[in-house]
């Protein structure tokens, strides 16, 4: 019993590095999709991995890829209800689990993503003050 317990351990870790893998190949999927001007698909790739991110399969390195890559396609495509959707999920996100450097960076895409949408500029000077 006790060997098909560690067997069976054994497949699960396979199992997760294999979800793990599968986000960073459409992160990079989505990046090189974003640098050819292919936000749709871009857009479309990050939104298809919310739906693999069950449990802990991905980590917080992973999670803040995946915003900064829907961020500057969105930067980029200047669309306004695109903007606007990527900027609320940016609000759920729980900062404690990014490192310091990660929020910075995170709170610096806020701001950039508030002067898309022509927000107050204070609201815009506080994302940017965070940064710091």
Avoid: P
């Avoid at 006790?2 to 990079?28: C, H, K, P």
């Avoid at 640098?35 to 939104?47: A, M």
């Avoid at 929020?103 to 965070?130: P, R, Y």
């Amino acid at each position: 019993f006790a060997l098909m317990s560690s067997q069976a351990n054994e497949t699960f870790q396979i199992d997760i590095g294999g979800y793990r893998e599968m986000g960073w190949s459409v992160v990079r999927f989505a990046h090189v999709a974003r640098k050819h001007l292919l936000y749709d698909v871009c857009l479309h790739s990050l939104n298809q991995l919310n739906d693999f991110q069950i449990g802990n399969f991905f980590d917080a390195n992973d999670a803040y890829v995946r915003l900064r890559e829907q961020s500057r396609c969105c930067l980029e495509k200047k669309d306004i209800q695109e903007a606007t959707g990527h900027l609320a999920n940016l609000n759920k996100q729980e900062s404690n689990k990014f490192t310091k450097d990660q929020c910075a960076d995170l709170f610096q895409l806020k701001g950039k993503l508030l002067i898309l949408l022509e927000s107050q500029t204070s609201t815009v000077n506080d994302c940017f003050v965070h940064c710091f």
